[in-house]
């Protein structure tokens, strides 16, 4: 439950001065489901009239919408500059009230093990030898981190992730042609508030480390192989799979069914379209800059392969 005056600190948002200073707010909603009780948000001028003529005790909505000219009187419009992020901020401070911090009695701790407070470990997580886990975070259930992972601080990893097993690293024998595997005996980083979607995983590093920068968050069913680098504010989508030794640089966004081979290179703030194929040693670069296709290429590129194609010409024309 929270009262308009923290709601306003939380979001950086403002209201009319005579707004209720006593509202009380215990949930989001969609418009269609909300109460007195709980807060929707507004984009664009529709969906901000829709919302008033909603049953709702709290509106978000972004700043352009309050124009002199025609203002908005209803007192339950928090202004913010953008009213998608504000309601996602709006709904974890609220959750943040329900959240309980415990170890699971059937969660199976390995020798010393550091878990920092308001952690919360869920049934049948399997935490290796040396783990180090920081404060609040959350680890739901059937997780298994093994031995000598590092997790920071608010960190949330979802049921049956896997994270810090061996990589996928061989040699070869000159004679027989056996394979042999070679020495993944590297850790597995993970920085603050970083998410990891349920059956993610995540390799350790083969002789260095394996790296997840702050603020990343990582879709279900991603894989990340042996030290690879992933940097801050990264988002992952689901399926994709990064090969070892990979970089992935701050502000990237990767889509869905994403395939990165090993030694490449994705630029800071470098858009993946889904299904985008990144060839081993490639470097795709420049913020801001979408690659799409298999091999990735930039979008203008491989939008006017495709009408090629339609055409029955060839795309390499």
């Known amino acids: 439950m929270a009262e308009l005056s923290a709601i306003v600190e939380w979001v950086k948002g403002s209201t009319k001065e005579e707004a209720r200073p006593n509202a009380e707010i215990t949930r989001v909603s969609a418009m269609e489901d909300a109460e007195r009780d709980a807060a929707v948000f507004a984009l664009d001028e529709n969906a901000l009239k829709t919302a008033i003529a909603s049953r709702a005790g709290l509106i978000l909505a972004n700043s352009r919408l309050n124009h002199p000219d025609r203002a908005v009187t209803d007192e339950r419009v928090v202004w913010v500059r953008d009213a998608r992020y504000g309601f996602a901020v709006l709904a974890q401070k609220l959750a943040e009230g329900s959240f309980r911090a415990e170890i699971h009695s059937t969660a199976m701790v390995g020798e010393e093990v550091e878990i920092g407070p308001d952690t919360s470990i869920g049934p049948g997580v399997v935490l290796g030898e040396r783990v180090k886990i920081g404060r609040a975070c959350r680890i739901d259930a059937r997780v298994t981190i093994y031995p000598g992972a590092v997790l920071g601080d608010e960190v949330i990893v979802q049921s049956g992730a896997v994270l810090g097993s061996a990589g996928f690293g061989y040699a070869a024998s000159p004679e027989t042609g056996e394979y042999v595997l070679f020495p993944q005996q590297g850790r597995l980083v993970i920085e603050d508030r970083v998410e990891i979607g349920a059956n993610t995983t995540i390799d350790r590093g083969a002789l260095g480390e394996t790296r997840i920068g702050y603020g990343t968050k990582i879709d279900n069913l991603v894989h990340i192989g042996h030290n690879c680098r992933i940097g801050r504010n990264v988002v992952i989508a689901a399926q994709t799979g990064i090969s070892g030794s990979s ?17 490449a290179t994705v630029g800071a703030g470098v858009i993946l379209g889904g299904g ?18 298999r091999p990735a290429r930039p979008l203008k590129e491989y939008l006017r392969d495709l009408a090629r194609l339609r055409r029955g010409g060839d795309p390499r024309a």
């Open 276 to 293: 985008a194929g990144v060839l081993s040693g490639k470097k795709m670069q420049g913020a801001g800059r979408v690659f799409w296709g």
């Open 247 to 263: 970089v992935v640089e701050d502000g990237a966004v990767l889509g869905g069914q994403v395939g990165i081979g090993e030694h």
